[in-house]
């Protein structure tokens, strides 16, 4: 379980599923997939080598695979953690058993705070029904993550009616005006950002964000702005809006950020 360095909502990443690489050496490669499988397993790198035989080359290939050997990794962690559930994997296409080791760690677990994200609200909870559907697992924080109204309209509704715990919509990257205001009471948490590209990263605008913070506060939701497009078509992470920055988060997981120093004490951070 490797530290969450590029990840501003979380302490750790565990990384029980991840792409399948496809060569020894990634460094003259920047093909995304190959590199954060590096990033996130370093010891355990599994897999031929490129169809061409040539060492130093990435290929994606789509192929993915579960890491049982870091089921473990919270029971090791000596101090409470953030942890980011499968970031670079939908642990909706796991297989039955893994999703339910997965949901008995972070049940015994109880010293961390989980963060885990899918698109598949409902194909996660066919999995977990059996057992755990109607467990409310209160260290756990389970999220969608969206694009768009479109896709909020499928995935929120999913997430409302199948997992009675906490719930909390990713968007990112949002490409276009979103409104929450009709699941807002039912949701913990609402974190946002841009696209890193620069283009589809304009997207993003002030006035976007402005309207979800707007609802959010309304309905006294913890808001995270996670990233827009600056003036200088670059990224800016824990941007300010109208001044403010905004990382709004639950109690449970502010606390524990704010002592690990993900959270900063900043006079213009909006306190909510």
């Known amino acids: 379980m490797r530290g969450c360095t590029g990840c501003e909502i979380a302490d750790r990443c565990w990384a029980v599923r991840l792409c399948w690489r496809m060569a020894r050496n990634p460094k003259t ?23 061409d ?32 559930v499968c970031p670079q994997g939908d642990l909706a296409h796991a297989d ?10 972070i049940l015994e677990a109880t010293q961390h705070q989980f963060v885990l994200l899918t698109k598949w609200p409902a194909l996660l909870m066919r999995k977990l029904q ?26 929120v509704s999913a997430l409302r009616e199948l997992w009675p715990g906490n719930k909390i919509v990713s968007a990112e990257p949002l490409l276009g005006p979103l409104d929450l205001t009709k699941w807002l009471p039912k949701l913990a948490w609402v ?42 078509n670059r990224v800016e992470v824990g941007p300010r809006l109208d001044g403010v920055r905004h990382m709004g988060c639950p109690v449970a997981i502010k606390q524990i950020l704010t002592a690990s120093g993900k959270l900063p004490v900043d006079k213009g951070l909006a306190r909510e």
């Open 29 to 51: 490669s920047c093909h995304y997939q190959g590199l954060t499988t590096k990033r996130f397993c370093q010891k355990d790198w599994p897999g031929p080598l490129a169809n």
């Open 53 to 84: 035989g040539d060492p130093c080359r990435i290929v994606w290939t789509g192929r993915i695979r579960t890491y049982p050997e870091v089921f473990d990794a919270p029971f090791r962690a000596k101090q409470s953690q953030v942890i980011f």
């Open 96 to 105: 039955e058993e893994t999703v339910k080791t997965v949901f008995e760690v």
């Open 130 to 155: 059996t057992a755990y559907a109607t467990v409310a697992a209160p260290s756990l924080w389970l999220g969608i993550s969206l694009t768009s109204q479109e896709t909020a309209e499928e995935r």
């Open 191 to 232: 974190i946002s950002a841009s696209e890193n590209n620069g283009t589809r990263g304009q997207v993003y605008t002030p006035d976007i964000r402005r309207d979800l913070r707007d609802q959010c506060f309304e309905a006294s939701v913890p808001w995270w702005d996670k990233q827009c497009i600056g003036p200088t």
